[in-house]
């Protein structure tokens, strides 16, 4: 009889499922023990893990990957309470993880409600990067550092993920959870979550939002016709620079920068040093990476998922823009595409 813990899919009919998670199921060998569940078979879900229970892995404990949108996550976690206990169980969620401090804040009260701290794990899979993991190894000489750059390029526009885009947008989409998790782990020089969260704690935007003087938006030429939304504030680029009020980093300028629809498509990790020299880690596509997060979560191992200190912190750290850009609208710029990040930068008003 296999031992391998039951791992059920909600969203199974998603692209995420399809694209990465079935995959890497099948290539970790889990084939016998993966139940798809879709919203349209949620009212049989407790028969069809039963089944497979009885078949297989039902000492061994289940695994929800919520493959879901947020807004349905506290649905699902009760569900699972509901039907299965909460013994034997962990629970993988999908960013984002809430949509802003307050909302996040709440989440993380209303799961602790149902499941344990140890019991979730929350995903990032640029987390499970080995090329993330090589910035970690290298030694520094941190006093000479001027800068740190970490930067996110697609080629790619939103694809038609209309109401995805339109609800998440590229704050929160890429800054809240990659590009402050690179950062976290680029500061921190570990995998830790609680070095990460220590290091998150740190960042601030110590700037005036409102002047524009360290957060650029902005939105490619083209979307407003694709969403069909004229009125749409949604940005497809952003730019923010942060501060670390550890003594190591006083002094070093961070900035954080994603977008869609530019030049090349690039995750850059650059460190810049005083004699003018500049180290480069390449982040690279990894289509294997979700199964080390598969497999980490299996093994209970948390340093490659994100705790809910560091979302609340991440969150934290841009409460100040969202609510700027909630009162205002006349610092978006729109880009061609196709442009560079440094153009995007360039442009006023």
């Known amino acids: 009889m296999s031992q391998k813990p039951t791992y059920i899919i909600f969203g199974a009919s998603g692209d995420l ?4 998670l079935l995959p890497a199921l099948t290539n970790l060998k889990y084939n016998d023990v993966v139940v798809p569940i879709s919203r349209k078979n949620y009212g049989n879900l407790k028969n069809l893990i039963q089944d497979v229970d009885n078949l297989s892995a039902g000492k061994a404990g289940k695994i929800f990957h919520l493959a879901i949108p947020p807004e349905g996550v506290p649905e699902a976690v009760q569900i699972i309470s509901h039907n299965f206990g909460r013994e034997n169980i962990k629970i993988l969620l999908e960013k984002p993880f809430g949509k802003n401090l307050d909302s996040a804040q709440e989440l993380v009260k209303y799961i602790d409600e149902y499941f344990s701290e140890e019991q979730i794990y929350r995903v990032d899979h640029y987390l499970a990067k080995q090329s993330l993991a090589k910035v970690v190894t290298e030694k520094w000489e941190k006093e ?8 996110a390029s697609e080629k790619i526009d939103i694809e038609g993920r209309v109401n995805f885009y339109e609800q998440t947008g590229a704050l929160k989409d890429f800054v809240q959870s990659h590009l402050l998790e690179m950062a976290a782990v680029v500061l921190a020089q570990s995998f830790e979550t609680k070095n990460r969260a220590q290091a998150l704690k740190n960042l601030e935007i110590v700037c005036d939002i409102t002047k524009h003087e360290c957060v650029k938006r902005g939105q490619y030429e083209g979307y407003l016709k694709e969403v069909n939304n004229q009125e749409s504030m949604t940005e497809t680029f952003v730019s923010l620079k942060v501060i670390s009020h550890d003594s190591i980093w006083r002094g070093v300028s961070i900035v954080l920068s994603t977008g869609k629809a530019l030049s090349e498509k690039l995750t850059q990790i650059k460190i810049r040093y005083k004699n003018g020299g500049v180290k480069i880690f390449d982040i690279e ?11 980490a979560a299996i093994e209970g191992n948390h340093d490659l998922f994100i705790s809910s200190e560091e979302v609340l912190q991440t969150w934290r750290i841009l409460d100040a823009v969202q609510k700027t850009w909630e009162k205002s609208s006349h610092d978006l710029v729109i880009y061609k595409k196709g442009s560079t990040i440094d153009e995007v930068m360039n442009l006023k008003r």
């Not at 499922?17 to 990465?20: I, V």
């Not at 000479?144 to 930067?151: A, G, P, V, Y």
């Open 285 to 295: 596509h990894e289509p294997r990476a979700y199964e080390r997060v598969i497999q």
């Open 17 to 20: 499922a399809k694209r990465y």
């Open 144 to 151: 000479n550092i001027t800068s740190i750059e970490i930067l």
